[in-house]
Structure formats: C-alpha cells, structure tokens
C-alpha cells in the first residue's frame, strides 16, 4: 500500500471550482481551498472533468486578455 498524498489539484475523487481572474485566465481549484485574492468562482463545484470541458469550450487564447490584439 503507497503512503504517498495525491496532489490535490490531481485527485479527482475531490470536487473542483473553476476560476477566472481579470486577464481572463482560468484556474483549477480544489473546492477545499480558500479561493486566491484575484480569482473568481465561474464553474463549480462540480467534477475536475466538467471543469476542464469547459475551459476547453471557453479557452481559446492562453495569452493575457490584455496582451491579445
């Protein structure tokens, strides 16, 4: 048997929140964790799949928001 801890952004077994912030980047957060001054709760809690599905719907350009022409 492994002693060893999931990373908690990996385990699946937890619920997930997605987060955007104000360049329109997004992040993957364990819905356990305080949320990050900066970030807002968009998705969730919900699956780690559910929330990745629609970062990739929603996420078309990684680039800042304000570094996009």
Known sequence: MSTQQKNPFDDE???FLLLINHLGQY???????KVPDGWEVILGPDTRA???????QNWNDI???????
């Open 13 to 15: 077994s937890h619920a």
């Open 27 to 33: 992040s993957l957060w364990p819905d356990f964790s």
């Open 50 to 56: 559910v929330c990745i599905e629609y970062v990739e």
């Open 63 to 69: 680039r800042p928001q304000y570094s996009v022409a």
